[in-house]
């Protein structure tokens, strides 16, 4: 998928000074979280990258105001210009600044916090300080995501988060402590009897039963994508 330059339906986002590059974690984050919950009318975009999801959601929620905060700088200029260059950027906003910062200082309160964090706690780094940046959680630990998400939220937000399974289920203990709760699940899987990869969530302040689902991207026997990950990325992809 990594190329300098990916086209979507409906905008396109330009990715040459980022470390990290449009992929599946974030396409499917931005298309399955509920922009309806609480008829949300402010967004945040945690660790926004190339903008991708800000302007998803922008796209998805027409009447929201969708703002977005990103520390390391070429990927907040790429991100700025991706927003301009949109269809929405009357509705968007990006901050220059990391997001301990921004939970501090910041009077909004938010409908809806998005985020596609890093998370390779343990593994090792590579020589790229942006794409360790990018992937590990060394400058935004999980930790401060939920803390910063907890005092940010509007009483019935949510924050959806995109994670590998192992450390999906430790995020979702973490929230609990803190006071936010699992009640929505995407179990992601390459197959059908193939291990989750990946786990999306939505935990809001309000307990409640949890809505849990599973996503095949690839049919088994076809060779092909299957019909529910066509229908839930079809307003994105060109190729559906």
Known sequence: MPSDFFQFKQF???????SMKVGTDGVLLGAWV??????AQRMLDVGCGTGLIAIMLAQRAPLAQ?????????????????????GWKSRLQLFHC?????AQRSPTRYDLIVSNPPYFKRSLLSPNEKRNAARHANELT??????????????HGRLAVALPYVEGNVFIALAANAGLYCVRKLNVSTKRGKPVKRLLMELSQEKMKLDEQSLYI???HLNSYTDEYKALT???????
């Open 12 to 18: 396109a986002i330009r990715q040459n000074y980022c």
């Open 34 to 39: 509920n922009v309806n919950a609480g008829r």
């Open 66 to 86: 969708v703002d977005a905060v990103e520390v390391e700088e070429m990927a907040y200029r790429q991100a700025t210009q991706n927003a301009i260059d949109s």
């Open 98 to 102: 990391d997001f301990n910062t921004l």
């Open 142 to 155: 999980h930790e401060n995501l939920i803390s910063g998400s907890a005092r940010l939220l509007a009483e």
């Open 218 to 220: 690839e049919d088994n």
């Open 234 to 240: 079809k307003d994105f992809y060109l190729k559906f």
